[in-house]
């Protein structure tokens, strides 16, 4: 089916508007029909933004190795056979439609299927006491009473600081999705007659 004659601007510019809601010149992946395209626009200089995205998209093809039929052929009046650029919304085949529908539909199960991955951080936090006649055994009671979704609390360990005073370590795993770090250290912040300040040691993505 014809073309507009690509050799003529108003050619290359119907073949822009056509590329701007498009990727390839047939279906969903390059073809014998981009490369019928590509040859038959041959050296002249493109200066419209979506037939030079197409080009040089296309350009980095092998266009021997391209699916399709090896009969879009090119004449010199610019016409080519198996595909109509500016008629294919109209006259598109059913089977094409019903094929492109089904790979939809198959494509949407097999994204529904698959498992969705859960970012998760490990974070070690430092809770330092007033001193050291603070009962640390309570304070780190008072801190893995906090009880939020997506938090799972670890091992822990008491660490010295100096003058007699240790603090807490304690480890803990967050989904960061449901876990706001900051109103975590807030929330432990809120025993103030522990403690004196929280630190965020470590921090690292699972």
């Known amino acids: 089916m014809a073309i507009g004659d690509l050799k003529t601007e108003k050619g290359v510019q119907d073949l822009n508007a056509y590329l701007s809601e498009r990727s390839y010149i047939?279906?969903?992946?390059?073809?014998?029909?981009?490369?019928?395209?590509?040859?038959?626009?041959?050296?002249?200089?493109?200066?419209?933004?979506?037939?030079?995205?197409?080009?040089?998209?296309?350009?980095?093809?092998?266009?021997?190795?391209l699916p399709g039929s090896k009969n879009y052929v090119v004449t010199s009046e610019q016409h080519t056979e198996d595909i109509d650029l500016f008629g294919s919304d109209e006259e598109e085949d059913i089977e094409a439609a019903k094929i492109r529908e089904e790979r939809l539909k198959a494509y949407t199960e097999k994204k529904s299927k698959k498992p969705t991955l859960v970012a998760k951080s490990s974070i070690v936090i430092d809770v330092k006491p007033w001193d050291d006649e603070t009962n640390m055994d309570e304070m780190e009671k008072v801190v893995r009473s906090i009880e939020v979704e997506g938090l799972i609390w670890g091992a822990s360990k008491l660490v010295p600081v100096g003058y007699g005073i240790k603090k807490l370590q304690i480890m803990c795993v967050v989904e960061d999705e449901k876990v706001s770090v900051d109103s975590l250290v807030e929330q432990i912040q809120e025993f103030e007659d522990l403690v004196q300040s929280v630190d965020i040691a470590a921090f690292n993505k699972i």
């Open 26 to 65: 047939d279906g969903w992946q390059p073809s014998q029909a981009d490369a019928a395209v590509f040859q038959a626009l041959g050296t002249i200089q493109i200066v419209n933004a979506h037939v030079l995205r197409w080009y040089n998209h296309i350009k980095s093809y092998d266009h021997a190795t």
